[in-house]
């Protein structure tokens, strides 16, 4: 489920690009510093966004540079670094870990396992850190995975295990801005979720993999499930217009309002392509 929450690119300002690479390089820096080399293959732009947010809302001091690295040798590229930024690739090493140990347990991918064992020894430290977000990472993919088995049959269970995960991810610490946040994050783990199973749809049909909207038995069902889509996300952007942001909030925005549909335009250009 990674790679939903992004920016639509061509959108962003120039301004915004390079402020968008620094935050999404930083969280890199510190995954090899905080993890490993190899862990840095795993990072996902969701986490730009997650530090992006909470940034923007505490707005703590940064440093910053300029580096090259062996994924981009010869052009130095800006960053930046603070502890959202830190938080973001601990949770990003975090998710990975599980999202790799369920591509080697589903379809026996073996890349995903040798990802997963490399992460693995650096989940201890991480759950020292943040106790609460580990356990409850673990918890909902613990759940997500006996829904599965059973093939539940009304997305809302599982989309709601997967937005209790993202509630807590959401919620750096508990203070006045933890109710909003959580509920922010419940509605974006909602509507990742419910997203991924309409994309997937096809491909888990095909691999005969659980997918909550193969379950119900109704086929596919493009205009019904944008309506759960609009709702999910409708609710997210409610809770976040509720939130003081101001520092990056327009490259936010691009994100929420444009971003995270990309994947969702994609596939419904293909059906409508299918149809005609």
């Avoid at 952007?237 to 942001?245: A, G, I, K, Q």
Wanted: one cysteine or more; charged letters at 25%; a negative charge.
């Amino acid at each position: 489920m990674f790679g939903y929450v992004t920016a639509s690119w061509k959108e962003l300002t120039r301004q915004e690009q390079t402020r968008y690479g620094a935050v999404y390089c930083g969280i890199c820096r510190r995954m090899r510093l905080q993890c490993s080399q190899a862990s840095r293959l795993a990072l996902s732009y969701d986490m730009a966004f997650l530090a992006l947010l909470l940034m923007s809302l505490y707005e703590p001091e940064e440093t910053g540079g300029e580096n090259a690295c062996w994924l981009h040798p010869i052009t130095k590229r800006p960053w930046v670094d603070n502890r959202y930024v830190r938080y973001a690739a601990d949770m990003n090493a975090v998710l990975a870990y599980y999202n790799c140990l369920d591509d080697w347990q589903d379809e026996g991918n073996t890349s995903a396992k040798l990802m997963a064992k490399a992460l693995e020894k650096h989940l201890p430290p991480i759950e020292e850190r943040y106790p609460r977000q580990v356990a409850a990472i673990r918890d909902s993919i613990a759940r997500l995975t006996e829904l599965e088995k059973e093939n539940c049959a009304n997305p809302d269970e599982p989309a709601g295990v997967f937005g209790s995960l993202m509630a807590q991810l959401l919620t750096y610490q508990q203070d006045m801005w933890a109710p909003t946040l959580a509920q922010m994050g419940f509605a974006l783990g909602r509507f990742i979720y419910l997203l991924d199973a309409a994309v997937d749809y096809d491909k888990d049909k095909r691999k005969g993999k659980y997918n909550p909207f193969l379950a119900m038995g109704t086929g596919k069902d493009w205009p019904r499930w944008e309506e759960y889509l609009i709702l999910a996300m409708g609710r997210c952007t409610d809770c976040y217009e509720r939130l003081p942001l101001v520092q990056d909030k327009s490259l936010l925005d691009n994100i929420l309002y444009s971003g995270v549909w990309m994947n969702y335009r994609r596939e419904g250009q293909k059906e409508d392509q299918k149809h005609d």
